[in-house]
């Protein structure tokens, strides 16, 4: 059954915090970290020991910075556990979350039956591949409820912390996470979107990437080795 959370917990003073894992992000992290600044959420960036002026830009631009071992899931943890809300976000560093955000996660989370959730999904720039890319994510999350980490998943930190943390793999801890959630709740898709570089996609291109990524939620859900996966994916 469900864990049950009383709807006067979610009312509109309800404290968000917004994790970002970063690592070499100078040139986007401010973007990122400008979008998820509105009333009652902290933001906090995680830095894995870039070697650029990410940590100063994420200050510059209203967040707490802490710093912890190259890792995204390492960096999630990390982040999570400094932080004191009702609610984890986890975002990253090269996406912006929309306009009204905080108030679209209140609203869901109003519900004592959901657990978490995430957002849509819209590349920049948006070419003709990308919005193939996005109709693919569109048909995924609504058949199979499955979104990416790129889709801002957030959920209730008492449920992260029953579950025991973000997961310390090597790769797809945000499908862990997502898993997490439905374990503990419905999970709600937001019609609102994450804007998202396609840099992944420009760099190694469309079809192979959507291949590669394809293959690795295969091995997620055959149970695969993660390091094996993660080798194989370059991670």
Not at 87 to 101: C, K, M, T
């Given at each position: 059954m469900p864990r049950s959370v009383p709807v006067s917990c979610y009312r509109a003073g309800v404290r968000i915090a917004v994790v970002i894992p970063a690592l070499d992000e100078a040139r986007?992290?401010?973007?990122?970290?400008?979008?998820?600044?509105?009333?009652?959420?902290?933001?906090?960036?995680?830095?894995?020991?870039?070697r650029d002026a990410t940590p100063d830009r994420a200050r510059a631009?209203?967040?707490?910075?802490?710093s912890t071992a190259r890792g995204r899931a390492s960096q999630l943890e990390a982040g999570r556990r400094v932080v004191d809300a009702?609610?984890?976000l986890f975002l990253h560093a090269d996406s912006r979350l929309p306009q009204g955000f905080a108030r679209a996660v209140r609203r869901?989370?109003?519900?004592?039956?959901?657990?978490g959730g995430a957002?849509?999904?819209?590349?920049?720039?948006?070419?003709?591949?990308?919005?193939?890319?996005?109709?693919?994510?569109?048909?995924?999350?609504?058949?199979?409820?499955?979104p990416y980490g790129d889709q801002a998943p957030f959920l209730r930190s008492k449920v992260l912390e029953e579950a025991g943390g973000v997961p310390q793999v090597p790769i797809m801890e945000d499908l862990?996470?997502?898993?997490?959630?439905?374990?503990?709740?419905?999970?709600?898709?937001l019609p609102l979107a994450?804007?998202?570089?396609?840099?992944?996609?420009?760099?190694?291109?469309?079809?192979?990437?959507w291949a590669r990524n394809t293959l690795a939620l295969a091995a997620w859900r055959l149970g695969l080795d993660r390091a094996r996966v993660a080798a194989w994916y370059g991670r």
């Amino acid at each position: 059954m469900p864990r049950s959370v009383p709807v006067s917990c979610y009312r509109a003073g309800v404290r968000i915090a917004v994790v970002i894992p970063a690592l070499d992000e100078a040139r986007r992290i401010a973007r990122a970290v400008e979008s998820a600044r509105e009333p009652g959420v902290d933001v906090v960036v995680v830095d894995g020991g870039s070697r650029d002026a990410t940590p100063d830009r994420a200050r510059a631009a209203g967040a707490r910075v802490i710093s912890t071992a190259r890792g995204r899931a390492s960096q999630l943890e990390a982040g999570r556990r400094v932080v004191d809300a009702d609610v984890v976000l986890f975002l990253h560093a090269d996406s912006r979350l929309p306009q009204g955000f905080a108030r679209a996660v209140r609203r869901a989370l109003a519900d004592p039956a959901a657990a978490g959730g995430a957002f849509g999904l819209r590349f920049e720039p948006r070419t003709f591949g990308m919005r193939w890319i996005e109709w693919g994510v569109r048909v995924r999350t609504a058949l199979f409820g499955l979104p990416y980490g790129d889709q801002a998943p957030f959920l209730r930190s008492k449920v992260l912390e029953e579950a025991g943390g973000v997961p310390q793999v090597p790769i797809m801890e945000d499908l862990d996470l997502v898993r997490t959630i439905r374990r503990a709740g419905r999970l709600v898709l937001l019609p609102l979107a994450v804007e998202t570089s396609a840099r992944r996609y420009r760099q190694g291109g469309v079809l192979r990437t959507w291949a590669r990524n394809t293959l690795a939620l295969a091995a997620w859900r055959l149970g695969l080795d993660r390091a094996r996966v993660a080798a194989w994916y370059g991670r």
